[in-house]
């Protein structure tokens, strides 16, 4: 079988079906196998953080059918199917499919694991309402937490990183009241210098989002009518529903079956090749050359060079300076942070219409940016001034 056996692709987010779109630009007969342990309905998952406040649906947000895309593609497509091994000697995957308990294995001749993250959790804390937090972090949850949302109006939102406030920013839009807590002591802290955290937290405070900086949850209690959240400084907030934004982490579970070299993600060289020779890695699973990125950016750029690869032509990923978007619509906002082990210092210029952060080494080199408001018209110009992440 291994003769005919396909290139297989796990997992059918962005990462999955773009590399598969372009090595079909390249190579329209080799046979190819997607599996996903979702309905692998293509979908564009930064939508999922700016989608409530239009009311859209899960459904409206689900752009192409499996079905289609295996159609486009001319590929096989197994949804609801979860891959629970890899066997690289024999080259075989062993399949779960979901319902009906069915199991089966199959052949690959080259496999690419594009498995995506998955939620960081909230690290215990008293109370018996965890059960009841919600994360998103692809359609269904979306659809789970849009559903709960139904006939309530205060959510506690945990986390004011590039998800949590874009998830702020929508729903005070879509006219829920808002209680956002994080340890840190601005919103972004990971990503911006202060004033340029403060710049944002101005703007979503004035539309009616609560912060609660530098600030913890020591409980999460059910009530009669929903949940009491007790903060490390005893102040105590009430809330509907409460939704984590804590970032991501990639899960490498299904590669250490493999037995492949993983870190924070599944570890792979420029040509995104794994410690097997056979198998390759990209988008939010994949750490390449020491870098996890979990943007659309850098998944692009990943899919279009490893289509080459797979096709025939070895083709290094290099990355650039990659700006990103973040989607607070209520203060626009773009940061290129600098690598977290870069050495220089931050400088700010700009004023209430609009802040812009450069972060230079002591030589004067631009290695890290954030723009706001009227300042987003230099993005351009710096992101060309920018270092590359790659030499
Ligand atoms: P995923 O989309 O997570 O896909 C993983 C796939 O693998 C799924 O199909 C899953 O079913 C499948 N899978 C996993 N394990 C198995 C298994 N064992 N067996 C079978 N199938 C499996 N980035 C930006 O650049 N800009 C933004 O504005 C932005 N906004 C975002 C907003 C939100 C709310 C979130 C959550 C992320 C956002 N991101 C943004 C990040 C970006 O969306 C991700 O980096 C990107 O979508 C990751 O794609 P992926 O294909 O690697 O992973």
Same mark, same amino acid.
């Given at each position: 079988p291994e003769a005919s056996a396909p290139l297989v692709i796990i997992g059918t987010g962005l990462a999955g079906y773009n590399l598969a779109r372009e090595f079909r630009q390249r190579d329209r007969t080799s046979p190819l196998l997607l599996i996903s342990k979702d309905d692998g309905a293509f979908y564009s998952k930064p939508l999922l953080s700016a989608s409530l406040s239009h009311g859209k649906t899960a459904q409206q947000l689900s752009q192409i059918s499996a079905e289609e895309m295996a159609r486009e593609l001319d590929a096989e497509i197994l949804v609801h199917? /979860?891959?629970t091994a890899i066997a690289p000697k024999t080259k075989t995957l062993k399949l779960q499919q979901e319902t009906g308990n069915h199991s089966a294995e199959i052949h690959y001749d080259r496999l690419v694991l594009a498995s995506g993250a998955r939620c960081r959790k909230l690290p215990a804390i008293a109370g018996?309402?965890?059960?009841?937090l919600f994360r998103i972090n692809n359609l269904g949850d979306y659809h789970r937490f849009r559903t709960a949302l139904v006939g309530h109006k205060r959510v506690l939102l945990i986390g004011a990183g590039l998800i949590g406030c874009e998830f702020a920013n929508d729903l005070v839009q879509a006219g829920f009241d808002v209680e956002l807590v994080d340890p840190?002591?601005?919103? $972004?802290a990971t990503l911006l210098p202060e004033a340029a955290g403060r710049d944002l937290q101005e703007t979503l405070t004035n539309s009616g989002v609560n912060f609660h900086l530098g600030r913890t949850i020591c409980s999460l209690k059910h009530n009669q009518t929903g949940l009491d959240a007790l903060l490390d400084n005893d102040e105590k907030l009430q809330a509907d529903i409460a939704l984590a934004a804590l970032g991501l982490e990639a899960d490498t579970s299904l590669a250490e079956t493999a037995g492949l070299n993983t870190n924070r993600g599944i570890s792979v060289d420029r040509l995104l090749q =794994? =410690?097997?020779? /056979?198998i390759f890695a990209l988008g939010d699973c994949a750490e390449v050359e020491g870098h996890q990125l979990f943007y659309v950016a850098p998944l692009m750029t990943c899919a279009r060079a490893l289509a080459k690869t797979l096709s025939g032509e070895p083709c290094p990923v290099y990355y650039g300076a990659i700006p990103v978007a973040v989607k607070t619509t209520l203060r626009p906002t773009t940061v290129c942070p600098p690598p977290p082990t870069a050495v220089g210092s931050w400088k700010i210029s700009g004023d209430s219409e609009g802040l812009c952060a450069e972060f230079r080494s002591p030589?004067?080199? $631009? $290695?890290g940016f954030a723009v706001t408001g009227a300042a987003i018209a230099k993005r351009d110009r710096l992101t060309l001034e920018c270092l590359p992440l790659m030499n």
């Open positions: 199917t /979860h891959v018996d309402a965890q059960a009841r840190q002591g601005w919103p $972004l =794994s =410690s097997d020779p /056979h030589k004067g080199e $631009l $290695l």
